[in-house]
């Protein structure tokens, strides 16, 4: 049975190094990697191939930078090649990236079977391009995988046939529980500035926060107001230092930050292990950070993980400014994590599941 693990931007990685394990621990089983190249730089993807110890992958399709209609096009022309070499019985895609989109509809007009992990994740925000992903990906999917309980309601809402839908926990937490036992001080101790101290972690790339100047300079602003009281370390996205490069503005020069450069994940684990406080953008780490127990404040309006909300660590902050930012977090930093817990089903083994599930319908469609 041949299966297509799809990955094309650097969280899909962390996803599908368990599933590819999974995979092979049935002989009749045989997993192939395509990387997109939506994410083809080493810090961006090539170091997470060592790190999570899987091959490099089967197909590297070497997709060229440019907008999601170019890219989703140049991905599916690419993508159809391989399917004529493979003749999978599964593509299997991860997320909500413009690759997951584009090789889903290549599966779909192929009438390949196809599984989406992390399906029903909805933040009701059109504007996002990955909200349109999640959408039309789930809704041209076989076997849709879901993280929470909520993501099983956001898909029979849209009708999606219940005996599709499995709700099988996080498999981005299957790699974080290999690794969160021994990360240690792998990162935070390599900066001198921040080794010995307390200090806010931030990272962000979101369009609605990093391609025009004002939401660059709302951000200047809370680093300069959050810099006189903390240390902050601030992983700044390719995206915000070519913008922020662009409007002339220097993030280094603010009192009180140090920037670094895209991370590895084990580096990016130890630097959030040791934060009090990590700001950012971002759904994944949302979900890390709520596995962790770290206090997690999102500046965005809405997320799509609203379990990180109600169950985890996380508060979501919409129409940030810099005093709303100090504001929470004198808040969270005043409470105890006691009320914050684990979701359910995100205990390391969700690979497993959508393995055995996946394999199930193949002997059995």
Not at 180 to 191: F, N, T
Request: aromatic share 6%; charged share 20%; proline share 6%.
């Amino acid at each position: 049975m041949k299966i297509l693990l799809i990955a094309g931007a650097r969280p899909n990685f962390v996803k599908i190094a368990p599933l590819y394990k999974a995979f092979l621990q049935y002989p009749d089983m045989h997993p192939r990697i395509v990387h997109t190249g939506q994410h083809s730089d080493y810090q961006m993807s090539g170091i997470f191939f060592r790190q999570l110890d899987i091959p490099q992958p089967h197909y590297f399709l070497g997709i060229a930078q440019g907008s999601p209609t170019m890219q989703t096009a140049e991905i599916m022309s690419a993508f159809e090649r391989v399917v004529n070499a493979e003749m999978p019985d599964w593509v299997v895609v991860v997320g909500d990236v413009t690759s997951t989109l584009a090789c889903a509809l290549v599966a779909a007009h192929m009438r390949i079977p196809l599984a989406h992990v992390e399906a029903g994740l909805r933040s009701r925000d059109r504007t996002m391009p990955e909200e349109m992903n999640r959408i039309l990906t789930d809704a041209i999917s076989d076997q849709l995988f879901a993280t929470e309980e909520a993501a099983v309601r956001n898909l029979l809402a849209e009708n999606i046939d219940p005996h599709r839908i499995h709700l099988v926990g996080n498999v981005m937490i299957d790699s974080l529980v290999r690794f969160c036992g021994w990360i240690g001080d792998c990162s935070a101790g390599k900066h001198s500035r921040i080794s010995g101290g307390r200090y806010l972690l931030i990272t962000m790339h979101r369009p609605a926060n990093v391609d025009q100047e004002e939401g660059l300079r709302k951000i200047a602003g809370m680093l300069e107001m959050l810099g006189s009281h903390w240390e902050i370390v601030f992983v700044m996205h390719p995206r915000t230092m070519r913008n922020a490069a662009a409007f002339g503005l220097d993030f280094s020069q603010i009192a009180g930050v140090t920037i670094l450069p895209p991370q590895g994940y084990v580096e990016f684990l130890g630097l959030m292990q040791h934060a009090v406080v990590v700001i950012t953008d971002s759904g994944g780490v949302q979900e890390e950070t709520t596995f962790l127990g770290i206090p997690c404040i999102t500046l965005r309006n809405s997320t799509e993980r609203p379990v990180t909300v109600t169950c985890g660590t996380n508060h979501l902050l919409p129409d940030f400014d810099a005093q709303k930012v100090w504001d929470t977090i004198e808040k969270v930093l005043s409470r105890t994590s006691e009320d914050a817990k684990i979701p359910p089903l995100w205990d390391g083994n969700t690979a497993q599941r959508i393995v055995r599930i996946l394999r199930e319908k193949c002997i059995n469609p």
